[in-house]
Structure formats: C-alpha cells, structure tokens
C-alpha cells in the first residue's frame, strides 16, 4: 500500500497518487467510483488530450461532446486510473489511432506500453492509419517512454506473449527481441479489439490472469445493445448465448471471481472494470 486508507482516498478529486490499496477498492461503492470518475478536472484532461490529437472525423467531437456532458467513458475511466494508479506498464487490445493510449501515456509519462492490433482497414469507417501513426500521436501528448506495438490478431499474439503458444520458427525471429524483458503481470490493461462475443471472451481470458493484484483490466462497450454494431454483424456466433458483450463479461465475472467487477451501464457505450483483489 503507497499511502493508505479509505478516507484518504475517497478524498481524490484533484489529488495524487492514490493506491497500491486494496482497501479503496474492496469499500468503494460503484456509484462513488463513477462520480469520482466523471469529476470535471479528470474530464478536462481527457478532452485536452484528444485535442492534442490529430482529429478522428468521425469520432474526436463525438467522444468530446459526450465527456463534456458528464458522461463516464472509457477515456475517463484510463485517465483517472492511469493517474491514480501510476501504472508501471500497460497493455491495450484495439489501439486504433491511439485515443485511450494518448490518455494513458498523458497522464502517466513513465509508464512502459505495449499495444496490440491487426490495424483493420477503415475501421469504424474511418482510417486506421497503423502503429507507426499511434507512436507519433503519443509524442503529441508528451509522451517519451517505451511503447511496442505487435501487429496481428490478438487471439495468435497474446498467447505467444505470455507464453501459452510456443513459436514457430518465424515467430521467434520476428518476436525474439521484442518479447525479451516482457512483464508477464500487467497494472493496466485495456481490452477493446476484436468485438465479436467469442473474440471478446478470448482476449479477456487471455490477459486476466497477468493482471497484478490491484491492478485494473478496462473492457468497452458493454451496453447493449448498439444497433449499428449489430447491424455489422460485429457479435458473431453466439454458441454459448451470451448475447451481448455484457452477457461476455457476466460470464468472466464467474470465470475469475478473484476480481471485483465495476459497471458504467447508464448509458452506451458502457464500460466495465475488473480489479484483481487476489
Ligand atoms: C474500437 S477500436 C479500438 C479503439 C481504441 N481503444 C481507442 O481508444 O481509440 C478496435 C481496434 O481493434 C482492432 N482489432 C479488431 N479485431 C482485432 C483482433 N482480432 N486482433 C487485434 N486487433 C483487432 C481494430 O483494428 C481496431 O483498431
């Protein structure tokens, strides 16, 4: 524990640093976190730092205008805990064109990145221009430290990363350095790539047991149902009926019960955070 006790923490708006405290997060009601959350000095942040972007046509004034109305999304969830956290190393499925990334990195310069994404072309209708793109919108935010990026489908890597899949040949040529030093516990980890229910499912399950204890695992878009998602056919097949990506996530609650699970379902998108307490 960094600096302990309920009260010291409940206190948090504007503060630093926070916890190591599993404390906080045993007691803390999951109303209080959100407010907490949403308070307008972290929703400032958020919105200064997608400013500092290069604008996303479709999406930039879309997130800012709904973090402007006091709305809890999943960039504010990652500034609030990347800053209270001060997480010594993160991971992100779905980087995209790095908005959580740029907001983690902003608020927790020394944190080292490691960022996964097969880069699907005009994702969401919009370009997906690559890591290369990603690495220099974080140097907009500030942002010094190491970050990695491993292109491909999430559900081939992150077994090969934390050491669940041995590699072919090729593999160990390609991964070899980039794998070297690999933390194999995560204080961040942010789960937003492949949208379908199975895909979903499997990325949780493959980065939940790497998660430190007091470390946090941040999963999007849990309110169903978005018609435009479905329309897309995003789900995919549905063999065991979870129906939506919040029938996903009830299923990882029973999976790893030694988390404490928070849910921003007021609203769409939605947002879940699972904090490992054991
Ligand atoms: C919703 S976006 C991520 C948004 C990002 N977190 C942000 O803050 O802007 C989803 C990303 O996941 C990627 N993706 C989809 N399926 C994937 C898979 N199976 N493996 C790796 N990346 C995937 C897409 O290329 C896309 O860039």
Request: hydrophobic share 40%; glycine share 8%.
């Amino acid at each position: 524990m960094r600096r302990g006790g309920l009260q010291r923490s409940m206190d948090l708006e504007d503060d630093e640093a926070i916890f190591d405290d599993l404390h906080f997060w045993e007691a803390i009601e999951e109303e209080e976190l959100f407010r907490l959350i949403s308070a307008e000095s972290n929703r400032a942040t958020v919105i200064e730092s997608l400013r500092l972007l290069t604008p996303d046509p479709l999406w930039t004034e879309r997130i800012i205008k709904f973090v402007e109305n006091g709305s809890v999304e999943t960039r504010c969830v990652l500034s609030w805990l990347a800053f209270h956290l001060k997480p010594r190393n993160y991971l992100e499925i779905g980087v995209r064109r790095g908005f959580s990334m740029a907001v983690v990195a902003r608020q927790s310069p020394k944190v080292k990145i490691y960022g996964f994404d097969k880069w699907v072309r005009r994702y969401g209708g919009v370009a997906n221009p690559g890591s290369d793109f990603v690495r220099s919108e974080l140097l907009k935010v500030g942002f010094r430290n190491q970050v990695q990026f491993f292109c491909g489908d999430s559900h081939c890597l992150l077994p090969l990363f934390f050491g669940k899949r041995k590699p072919n040949l090729l593999e160990r040529i390609k991964y070899r350095h980039k794998f070297r030093n690999r933390p194999c516990e995560f204080d961040l980890m942010t789960v937003d790539g492949d949208h379908s229910l199975l895909g979903a499912y499997q990325d949780l399950s493959d980065v939940m047991p790497h998660c430190r204890i007091g470390g946090v695992v941040v999963f999007d878009d849990i309110v169903p149902p978005d018609p435009t998602r479905d329309a897309l056919g995003e789900l995919g097949d549905d063999p065991e009926g979870w129906g939506t990506l919040l029938g996903v996530w009830k299923e990882i609650k029973l999976k790893f019960p030694n988390f404490r699970y928070f849910e921003y379902l007021r609203e769409p998108p939605g947002v879940g955070l699972a904090v490992r307490l054991r």
